[in-house]
Nanobody, 116 residues
Framework: QVQLVESGGGLVQAGGSLRLSCAAS????????MGWYRQAPGKQRELVAT???????NYADSVKGRFTISRDNAKNTVYLQMNSLKPEDTAVYYC??????????WGQGTQVTVSL
């Protein structure tokens, strides 16, 4: 059974930081790249950061240099450290395999709100 549980979101002022966590099923975590996605109101869900099995990472241009994705293989957990947050980072953040069609499932996500 797929399990994706995101946490760590909240309300933060522009320029602040948050660290998101995602506990994932071991069957997914150990076999696939994992990523953080986000969906802002009225917009499509987008992939913002990916960590591959060998710990190589990739970022969307909009977050490059500000966000850092990492994975703890012992805990089946993926993290997203978000620094220098901007109001346009406001969204619900989800973790999932990359590509997400591997699981066909979304967790509840965690809300990130960045105020001016």
């Amino acid at each position: 059974q797929v399990q994706l549980v995101e946490s760590g979101g909240g309300l933060v002022q522009a320029g602040g930081s948050l660290r998101l966590s995602c506990a994932a099923s071991g069957s997914i975590f150990s076999r696939y790249a994992m990523g953080w996605y986000r969906q802002a109101p009225g917009k499509q869900r987008e992939l913002v950061a990916t960590t591959f099995i060998g710990s190589t990472t990739n970022y969307a241009d909009s977050v490059k240099g500000r966000f850092t994705i990492s994975r703890d293989n012992a805990k089946n957990t993926v993290y997203l450290q978000m620094n220098s947050l901007k109001p346009e980072d406001t969204a619900v953040y989800y973790c999932n395999a990359v590509p997400f069609l591997i699981t066909g499932y979304w967790g509840q996500g965690t809300q990130v709100t960045v105020s001016l």
